[in-house]
């Protein structure tokens, strides 16, 4: 899958820009505060239907302007696409409209997954040391892109979990009606039955990369082994289907009634769910060290783009946001070495520390240019044997 052209109006600090890519590697390269990562951010938001910096879509709409709209221009072996993502600001009524390949979108999730990208942040390197959240907002970000069905699990899941937990308030308060308690406790052990399944076959397949990429990472020297493990409500790994899951969730949700008017919040269901990540058998957010902790970030972050080529035989995109200078040389080169013949697109104040195959797309103030400002020096290092530079200073 490859990103050919972008184009954004009043979308950030953007006024107006048109920017094409290569299918190699892509450097937005400019300084803090430009609109580096406006414009990865616009990309972003065509794979995830969403931001990666904030959950409401008029914060995107520039200064002064009525709306943004951001068009992305992609192709994989199949076919050519083009995608349009239009939000209005808060003065205007209408909130948002789409169009693919020149037809309407009437739900975002028709939109989801047509562009696939993997996108990789300082934040993501937090990933083990980071709370239960994040792991699951990984998770979702990545199934969401591969299966429409996860998709539309996960959105009736969150709904009825918010009309649940809406409801137990009331109940806790001495107020609302208890009979239909049990309708939304039917509905969540449907969705949560469906999430479980394919958020455990997942990590079984994120398991196996991520110890093939952390053992790569430690360059035949001694390196402890990972596992990541699905922990849910339910308590258990096994490869039991929907129907049994729907069934032991529904009994936790049953049986727990007083539980949960109690607490005024649903205790059970797919909200819990988190991945364990050890090392030799360790907890890895209490035990590993930061290098190690950042190596299993990495190693995450790459299984998720092979799982993704495994289940589409497409490549993603790989976006990266000044992630290159938050890591190690040892870990910037393991990076780059396993990326191949991939589309990259990232932003960096500096030259990156390769120089094969790069276009750079220099940015100031909202604008992209193939010319440096008059200002600016881009140093380009000697290869090495792999193609990778010596580093930028």
Do not use: W
């Amino acid at each position: 899958m490859i990103a050919e052209r972008l184009r954004c109006r009043g979308f950030r600090n953007i006024e107006e820009a048109d920017i094409s890519f290569s299918p190699g590697v892509n450097v937005f390269l400019g300084n803090n505060a430009e609109g580096k990562t406006n414009a990865l951010e616009a990309i972003y938001l065509m794979a995830a239907g969403k931001s990666f910096r904030t959950p409401r879509e008029r914060e995107m709409v520039k200064f002064g302007s009525p709306f943004f709209e951001v068009t992305l221009d992609m192709k994989d072996s199949r076919r050519e696409q083009e995608i349009i993502f239009r939000a209005y600001s808060q003065e205007v009524a209408k909130r948002r409209e789409c169009r693919k390949n020149g037809a309407p979108v009437t739900r975002l999730a028709e939109l989801v997954g047509c562009f696939r990208a993997v996108l990789f942040c300082p934040e993501h390197l937090m990933l083990v040391k980071a709370g239960p959240a994040e792991r699951r907002s990984f998770l979702d970000i990545a199934l969401c892109q591969l299966s429409p069905s996860y998709l539309a699990a996960l959105s009736r899941h969150n709904k009825v979990l918010s009309e649940r937990n809406a409801l137990l308030k009331q109940l806790q308060d001495g107020a609302g009606d208890i009979s239909l308690l049990d309708v939304y406790s039917d509905q969540l052990s449907l969705s949560a039955s469906q999430i479980f399944v394919a958020r455990r076959a997942y990590i079984k397949q994120l398991d196996r990369c991520v110890k093939r990429f952390f053992e790569e990472l430690s360059d035949g020297g001694p390196s402890e082994t990972p596992a990541l493990v699905y922990k849910n409500s339910l308590k258990t790994d096994e490869p039991i289907g929907e129907a049994e899951a729907y069934s032991l969730y529904l009994k936790a949700l049953t049986s727990n009634t007083a539980r949960e008017i109690a607490a005024g919040a649903t205790l059970y269901g797919s909200h819990k769910d988190d991945i364990e990540i050890s090392l030799d058998c360790r907890e890895a957010r209490l035990y590993a060290s930061q290098g190690q902790q950042r190596s299993l970030a990495l190693a995450m972050k790459l299984g998720e783009g092979e799982i993704s080529m495994e289940y589409t035989g497409e490549h993603p995109v790989f976006l990266f946001d000044d992630v290159l200078s938050e890591l190690d040389p040892t870990r910037q080169r393991f990076l780059l070495s396993r990326l191949g013949d991939r589309q990259v697109i990232m932003t960096a104040c500096t030259p990156p520390p390769f120089a094969r195959n790069v276009r750079y797309i220099y940015v100031e103030d909202g604008h992209y240019s193939d010319v440096p400002p008059v200002d600016m020096t881009v140093r380009k290092e000697p290869e090495n044997e792999n193609g990778i530079g010596g580093g930028a200073t």
